[in-house]
C-alpha cells in the first residue's frame, strides 16, 4: 500500500469531517445537527479513493465491515447518551466508546471474519 | 439537562443558519480536521494489515464525536450536547443504510452506488428525525436515558 494513497484517504477523509461538521454547525435545532456528527464522511472519501483504486470488488468488504461498524456507533450514541450527563461530555463521550469497541468489535468476530 | 430549553430547542424549524459558519473557530474546524484525517488513517492501515472488512468497522467509528460534544458542552452547555448526541444516534442509524446500500451496489456501479448510499444516509437519518419529532419518540428516549430527579 503506498504512503501517497494512505495519506490521500487521510486528507479526504479529514476535509470530508469539516465539511459535514460544518453542516452540523450551522444546523438548528440541535438534534437535527447532531444527524450530521454521524454522517459518512471519512467513509465516503474513503471508499470513492478506494474504489477508484482498486476497483469494487476490493471496495466491498470495507462497506461490509462499515455496515457492522454502524451498529457499534448506534451503541455509541445511545451510551454517550447516557454518560453524558453524569460524567459531562469528554469523559462520557470517550468511554463511550468501549460501547463501540464491544458491539463493533463483537459482531465483527461473529458474524463478520 | 434541562428538560425545558431541550423542549424549546426542539421545537425550533428544522434548517440551517449559514451565518454560524462565520463564528466557526479555525482551531476547532482543525481539530475535526486531525480527527477525520486520523480515522481516515487507521481504517487504511488496518484494512492493510487485518484485512478490508477490519479496515471497513473504523469507517464507522466516532473518532470526531468526543471532540464535538465536549466543544459543544462548553460553549452551549450539557443541555446541547445531549441533543446533539440524541440526533447522532438517528444518524448513525442511517449510517448503516449508507453502508448497507454501498455493500450491495458497489459492483453494479461504484459512482452510482455512492450517490445512491449517501441519498439512503440522508433519507433515513432525516426521515427518523421527523419520526421522533413528530411521534414525541425524543421524550420517550429522553425518559428512559436522563438522570432522573
Known amino acids: 500500500m503506498s504512503i501517497l494513497i494512505v495519506l490521500a484517504k487521510s486528507l479526504l477523509g479529514g476535509l470530508a469531517v469539516v465539511g459535514f461538521s460544518l453542516l452540523g454547525h450551522a444546523g438548528h435545532p440541535k438534534r437535527f445537527a447532531g444527524l450530521f456528527a454521524a454522517a459518512p464522511s471519512v467513509a465516503v472519501a474513503s471508499l470513492a479513493l478506494t474504489v477508484a483504486l482498486k476497483g469494487p470488488a476490493a471496495t466491498v468488504p470495507y462497506a461490509q465491515g462499515m455496515l457492522i461498524g454502524s451498529a457499534g456507533m448506534v451503541a455509541y450514541c445511545l451510551v454517550s447518551l447516557y454518560l453524558i450527563e453524569r460524567l459531562h461530555a469528554l469523559l462520557g463521550s470517550i468511554l463511550a466508546w468501549l460501547a463501540w469497541l464491544a458491539v463493533a468489535g463483537g459482531l465483527y468476530l461473529v458474524v463478520g471474519r | ?149
Open chain 2, 1 to 149: 439537562m434541562d428538560g425545558k430549553e431541550l423542549l424549546q430547542d426542539d421545537h425550533e424549524p428544522v434548517g440551517f443558519d449559514w451565518s454560524k459558519l462565520s463564528k466557526a473557530k479555525p482551531g476547532e474546524i482543525a481539530i475535526r480536521f486531525v480527527f477525520g484525517a486520523s480515522i481516515a488513517l487507521i481504517a487504511a492501515t488496518v484494512g492493510h494489515f487485518f484485512g478490508a472488512k477490519a479496515g471497513g468497522l473504523f469507517l464507522a467509528f466516532p473518532a470526531v464525536l468526543p471532540a464535538t460534544l465536549t466543544l459543544i458542552e462548553r460553549k452551549e452547555g450539557t443541555t446541547k450536547a445531549w441533543a446533539d448526541a440524541s440526533g447522532g444516534a438517528l444518524g448513525a442509524v442511517g449510517l448503516a443504510a449508507f453502508a448497507l446500500t454501498a455493500a450491495l451496489l458497489l459492483r453494479w456501479n461504484p459512482g452510482a452506488a455512492l450517490l445512491f448510499a449517501l441519498l439512503a444516509w440522508a433519507l433515513v437519518s432525516i426521515g427518523l428525525y421527523y419520526i421522533f419529532r413528530i411521534s414525541g419518540l425524543f421524550l420517550k428516549q429522553d425518559q428512559l436515558l436522563a438522570k432522573r430527579g
